[in-house]
């Protein structure tokens, strides 16, 4: 059984740019969700997908997008990148549409924007 | 808002010691509380509370629910230098039909040999 995978692992844009993030999740979970993590702050919730659908969403600005595909692997896009957007992020993959149990989290790639 | 506030924001203690971090909440459409230990990234799964009153333990883990009070806890006895690390509590949200985990900023406990 493989974990959730995440690339990469460490990226630095600069502000403006744009960067996309992906996540493989755990074999035979069909839930990804993403979330943000700034330093000292716990994750915050950006969105999820089920089933290649958007199922909920956080309070982030419609610059940050994503994709589910139909091997349940999933994107995270931001454009326009801000210093803000400094953080590390969150993949996590889980079983159903309910994502309130247990997820299971990848290590998360970190991004910089200068 | 939902919120979720973690207290102590950190804690140092000595090997040997036992330790108990809280966490209150105040959101709408609970379902459940989570409890994650993160050590480098990846935030790893300790215990899932949905029920009042009913303690989940693993090894010397233990932690509880009061839904009538809105606050949970989570005890480490005989701490260990790997106990080291922040301790996230979540609240699982139902909103309809949208599902989220809210997560408290963490408390950061580090075990001094």
């Known amino acids: 059984e493989t974990g959730v995978t995440q690339s990469p692992t460490h990226l630095i844009k600069t502000r403006g740019q744009q960067v996309t993030l992906r996540c493989s999740s755990q074999?035979?979970?069909?839930?990804v969700s993403w979330y943000q993590q700034a330093l000292g702050q716990g994750p915050q919730f950006i969105f999820q997908y089920y089933r290649e659908e958007e199922n909920g969403r956080g309070n982030f600005p419609p610059r940050f997008s994503g994709l589910q595909f139909p091997n349940y692997s999933s994107e995270l896009n931001v454009n326009a990148l801000e210093l803000d957007d400094s953080a590390l992020y969150l993949c996590a993959s889980s079983f159903g549409q309910y994502s309130t149990g247990e997820l299971f989290f990848g290590e998360g790639s970190r991004l910089t924007v200068l | 808002e939902d919120k979720v506030v973690q207290s102590p924001l950190s804690l140092v203690v000595h090997e040997g010691d036992t330790v108990t971090l809280n966490c209150s909440y105040e959101v709408t459409n609970f379902r459940s509380l989570l409890w994650y230990k993160q050590e480098k990234k990846a935030p790893t799964f300790l215990f899932m509370l949905t029920s009042s009153g009913i303690e989940k333990k693993s090894g010397r883990l233990s932690s509880i629910l009061d839904k009538k009070e809105l606050f949970s806890i989570l005890n480490i006895t005989a701490t260990q230098t790997g106990d080291s690390a922040i301790y996230l509590c979540?609240?699982?949200?139902?909103?309809?039909?949208?599902?989220?985990?809210?997560f408290g900023t963490g408390t950061r406990l580090t075990i001094i040999p």
């Open positions: 979540a609240v699982g949200i139902s909103n309809f039909g949208n599902e989220k985990l809210t």
């Open positions: 074999s035979g979970h069909n839930t």
